[in-house]
Each structure stands twice: as structure tokens, then as C-alpha cells.
């Protein structure tokens, strides 16, 4: 919530909604989805095993709530656009399914990439974060995040200075380069790193370096609003 | 509800509790219950199939709340005992298994007698309110009652009265006995029906005017106080 808010979203137009806190509002709409997905459907859907727990197969019936939650509120239709990573695909694929059903418009999904791990694109490329040293938290100091960087973010380039001014790198698979795509905002100036990067002009080094220099850039004010925001969060509370 | 508060329970000693108006209180206790529960004996308890909505399968660990509820609020561990019929022991067989690993006591049950349907006793013997002609409603009129038994209640009496004079009637059977068993208070006098009943001395229509009398002047009281608990229902609501 607290990075959320030092984004810049306006208390006007945003609500938190905490399952556990507006369960009181919640559960009740999450009855009427669950009542019209079966354990075979969840399962079909999450390839969810015996030993699953069943807090687990409810909650999509809960994280379906948000997409007609303005509807109930409001007593009217109202169309929703739900931003969210591939993780939560199914959800919503799921709850477009079932909530046409309960009289309310089908979620519309805008999908976001996900931030790689440090340690490179696996699986879905989600970036854990309890896995500290290929995670950059919003709260790491600048010689952290220096320090992270220069050791673990996983390098498209080659094992050596002269191998590399040969062959060049692979902006495609360095982390670094893929981390300066979500925070280079000018396009000629990223597209030059990636050339350079590529052509072996750019070293893997100098590649990091315009990296650390710009999250730190990100973060030094990232991390002033977010200490601003802690007094903020009751004023983006649903209330109920 | 209006029962209950019209069997005379206490408001200082009573406090009703609803899934869904309660849910901010008992959604993120039944989510601890949740975890420790799988699909896999979930389904080995309840007998779940495939096609089982995801509701009714979180729903033990929402039933499970109001045995440590009083605990939670409380802040300290308090032993609970519940009054349930057969059909709720799975629940809190479970509830039982789990609690006791989230730093609870295990709750104690009682369990009650279910009131047989006048069509007689059948599976698990329990008196079902959707059909119309097997259940007496606490708000039927004394005629309604009457027609009810005359025609439906089940009876462990002979086809003809020569036939009960000559072999006596079956009180294990018929539902009119086994309803007084539940009403008649007087020992004395409900082992004089039983043993009249069984040696052929009391008729089937005899009996059941016994069972239509007893539960008429039942009704009319508790006809009255259930029109007056209408006012009270607030004063028993769990406040949070």
C-alpha cells in the first residue's frame, strides 16, 4: 500500500480493499461465486492437488470480488478493468466466467509484465521477493541495491572484456537491460544502451552501473513518498 | 432465531452469531482453520464429489469459528461446548483435529436428537423444512397441526382396530410417540402411552389427539413469545 501510494495514486480515485479487513462486505459476494464454481473447475484451473488446502480453493471466489464489488456498492452495472500479471490469470478468467451469471459485465484484464528476478527469467518471471539477494526491495539503501546489482543480477554478456568486444552481449536474457526497460523512460536512449550492449561496445559493468545509477535516481524519491505515505493509507481505506 | 430467543434463552447469555453479518470478524479466524485443513480430508470427511462448489467446501472452517470464537475476543483460552445434531459432527470432528494446533482447546460436543419428519424416520432422520407435509412449522395453526398429524404422521398401528386390539402398535415407529418423547415431560405418563400403544389399549387416532393437544398447547405460548422476540433479535446479535 505504502509503494502504491508513492506512485502518485490519488486517495480521490483509489480504494484499498483488504480481504481480511472488508471480509464483512466480501464473503457474502464471494458466497454467490463460489456457488457457481466447482472443486472440479478451481482444479482444472490451478492444477490444484489433494493436499491442497481448502482456504486455498476458496480464495478465488474472493479475489473475484473486486471486479463487481463498485457494481454492489454503487447498486448499478458498472464496467471493470482489472490490471493485473499473469499469475492472476486465471482468476479473472474464471471470474469472467461466473459473474455474467450474478448480472454483472464480464472483467476486461489489462495484463503487466513482471519485473525479473534478478537471477534471470524463470518459470513465470516473478521476482520473489523472499528470496533477498534476487530481489531489490523498494526500501534498499543505494549501496544495497549497488551491491545486489553488481553481484547478482544475471548478465547477457560474455566471460570475458575481449570475448564480449567480440561477440557482444544479449540484451535479451541481462537482467539489467530488461530491469532499464520498466525504468528508462526515454526510448532512443534505451534502445542505444541496447545496440551498444549488443554490439559489445556497452561492457556488462558500465551496463550495471547505468542501471544502479538510475534505480537509485527511482528510489531516492520512491522512498521520501513512501514515508510520506504511512499517514495517508486510512485515507485510501474502502470504507464500510 | 425467533425460536431461540422464544425457548427463553437469556440475552445476557446469548449471543447469536451470522456467517455473513460476522464475516469481518470470523473470515480471517476461519482462513488459520483453512490452512490446516486439506481438499484431501476435506473430501474423505464430507464425501465430496468433483462437482462440490468451493463454498461448501471452505464452509467447515467457517463452522469451526464459533468453537473458539469466545477465546479470540476474549484474548485467553476458553473451553467451548457444543449442541449439535448428527449432521454437524463431521464439522466438528475436523474443527476438533485442527483447533487444538492453533493454541486452542478442543470443543466438547453434545449431541441432540433430531425430531424425526411426521413421514417417519428415515436416513439420518432429520426433519426436513422444505417438505411441506413432513414438517410441522413452529408457526402453524392449531387445524394445520391437527390436519398434519390426522394424515401424515406416520403410525406404528395396526391396518385395523380389531387387528390393534388383537397385536398392539409399535411406539419405536410412530412418529406421533417418538414427537412425545420429545414434548411430554411426565415420565410416568409417557410410559403409560408407551405401553397402552404397544398393548393394543390406545389406537393410533387416540394417540395421535394426545400428540395434537400437547403440541398445540405448546405452540400457543410459543407462538406469542416468538411475535415478541421479533423486538429482540438486536439484543442477541454479537456486537463487534
Redo the contacts between chains.
Sequence with gaps: MLDVIALGFKPEKTKFIV??????????E??KV???????T??ATFG?K?????????Y??MQAVPAFLPSVLKGEKIPCLIPHAIDQDSHFRLTRDVIAKLGYYKPASIQCRFLPGLGGMVEDGKMSSSEENSTIYTTDPPDTVRRKIMQHAFSGGQTSVKEHREKGGNPDVDVSYQWLTFFEEDDDKLKRIHDDYKSGKLLTGELKQILIDKLNEFLKEHQQRREKARSQIDKFMLKV
Design positions: 480481504d481480511t479487513k472488508h471480509a464483512g462486505l466480501m464473503y457474502k464471494a458466497l463460489a456457488k457457481k464454481i466447482t472443486y472440479s478451481a482444479k490444484f489433494p493436499e491442497q488446502n481448502i482456504g486455498a480453493i476458496f478465488t471466489a
